[in-house]
């Protein structure tokens, strides 16, 4: 088959990676392509990639140039490679507004008979108002492919078909599993967040555990966040982490090394509040690792694939009496109401109130619905209160499990294997070509209602001050 793909750049990110994976999944089987608006910034891709003006984000876009006009670009570019053309274009995050004739593109595309395959990774309506198309719909009568069963199922309850919709979860590349002799055990010995440090992974509760590590373990953070509106939340919870005295490293990738850091691991921790497909729940099983931290929707594939995952945490609770009542109730329908504003949609006060008794039933609230000041008056509580930090685990019997004797050697061996034989380059190889052959095979009749969408993902008893409010793209 040929195959091109399509992405706006191809700078160092995730969906760069997974476009890299899927070009060495396809090299024995398919001729391919990489269509991208910006010229990748070195050799890596070679003759591979095609720059085609148009197809990049807005601001690398100078020129104006109309949808059809881009879109001609790209049939032409695939025909001189293809004279006949290719049998799949597949198009990567075609759902978040950073170039506004996207999906004018790919309606002139699709109209010139190409067989697409657009491949979601994000989705605007996730905590991304900023990138969120509008009013403007989704491409109609495409396949679709997805990175985990939530968005599967999201968007078959939104209207896709089974036929045209794609679960094509990602390949893990196994972590090294030790360090050399010269560098193990070099260093203090951590439990390691493998993370740049966004809103969204939940710093603050990564040091809230760490106040039951037990002897001297301490949290080590590996890479700081690379976008502006991370920025000044990172700053902030360095600068608490230091004004506390918390054994805590930032940045502790560039003054260790990764290898070491992982070497020396306890074990790996994850406290982030959402994810797309979870590579942190797979990574640390193949460097013989286990991980612990909190469970999210996505983590249902990992078990269908056979992972033991019953450590993890639903929620980790805190007295509701612990932080400031009325800012919080305050911060959060100002913030619910603000967000849904954004996305031109309504909500009514019933649902709303019936959101945030869920929340706060039992007069207990999750630390992860909090904003940074919040929970920074949970964990001061918890350190200068012996009473409160004896309480925590009492309501939250995981947290025993930080200072407790381990997971066995078995079940982290069971859980790498599971890893290797699903997540493997030859397993991801079968499901893209899979997916590939139905998209050949014939058109499907399908549509995506937007308001159905949204509200998949925008779900008042689920709702995180952290996640969005004050949130930029």
Not at 299 to 323: K, N, Q
Not at 324 to 345: H, M
């Amino acid at each position: 088959m040929k195959i091109a793909l399509l992405h706006y750049h191809l700078e160092p990110g995730g969906v760069t990676g997974v476009i890299k994976s899927q070009l060495k999944a396809l090299k024995d089987d398919c001729d391919n392509v990489v269509l991208t608006g910006v010229r990748p910034p070195s050799s890596e891709f070679g003759e591979k990639a095609v720059c085609v003006p148009g197809i990049g984000y807005d601001k690398d876009n100078p020129d104006s140039v109309s949808a059809a006009q881009t879109a001609e670009r790209v049939y032409n570019a695939i025909a001189a490679i293809w004279p006949q053309g290719c049998d799949v274009l597949h198009i990567h995050n075609p759902l978040l507004a950073k170039n506004k004739n996207f999906l004018d593109i790919i309606s002139c595309l699709q109209k010139k008979g190409l067989a697409l395959l657009l491949q979601v990774h994000d989705f605007a309506e996730e905590g991304r108002p900023g990138a969120y198309y509008g009013s403007i719909p989704y491409p109609e009568n495409c396949h679709w492919a997805v990175i985990n069963s939530r968005d599967y199922q999201i968007l078959e309850n939104a209207g896709l078909v089974k036929a045209g919709l794609h679960l094509l979860a990602n390949p893990v590349t196994p972590l090294f599993s030790s360090a050399s002799n010269k560098e193990r055990g070099a260093g203090p010995k951590f439990v390691l967040y493998p993370v740049r440090a966004i809103r969204r992974k939940n710093i603050g509760e990564a040091l809230l555990l760490s106040l039951y590590f037990s002897g001297n373990t301490g949290l080590a953070v590996t890479l700081p966040p690379n976008s502006p509106g991370d920025w000044k939340y990172y700053l902030q919870w360095k600068k608490f982490a230091n004004a506390l005295k918390l054994n805590t490293v930032f940045e502790a990738s560039e003054k260790y090394g990764f290898e070491t850091l992982v070497s020396n691991s306890k074990f790996f921790l994850t406290t982030s509040i959402t994810e797309g497909f979870g590579f942190a729940f797979l990574e640390p099983w193949t460097a013989k690792k286990a991980i612990f931290g909190r469970n999210l929707d996505i983590c249902e594939d990992f078990r269908s694939a056979g992972m033991i995952m019953d450590h993890l945490y639903e929620s980790l609770t805190v007295p509701r009496s612990w932080i400031d009542k009325e800012l919080f109730k305050q911060r959060w329908f100002d913030c619910i109401e603000q967000v849904y504003e954004k996305y031109g949609a309504q909500t009514g006060p019933e649902e709303t109130e019936a959101g945030f008794k869920t929340i706060t039933r039992g007069g207990l609230i999750d630390f992860a619905v909090l904003d940074e000041t919040l929970q920074q008056q949970v964990i001061k509580k918890v350190q200068n209160d012996p009473g409160a930090k004896k309480l925590l685990p009492d309501i939250n019997p995981v947290l025993k499990e930080l200072s407790g004797p381990g997971m066995p050697e078995i079940l982290i061996r069971a859980n790498r294997d599971a890893v290797l034989r699903h997540f493997g380059m030859e397993a991801y190889k079968k499901r893209l070509l899979d997916a590939y052959k139905k998209v050949v095979r014939g058109p499907v009749n399908h549509a995506i209602d937007k308001e159905r969408l949204l509200k998949g993902f925008l779900l008042p008893e689920k709702f995180s001050l952290l996640k969005w409010c004050d949130n930029e793209i």
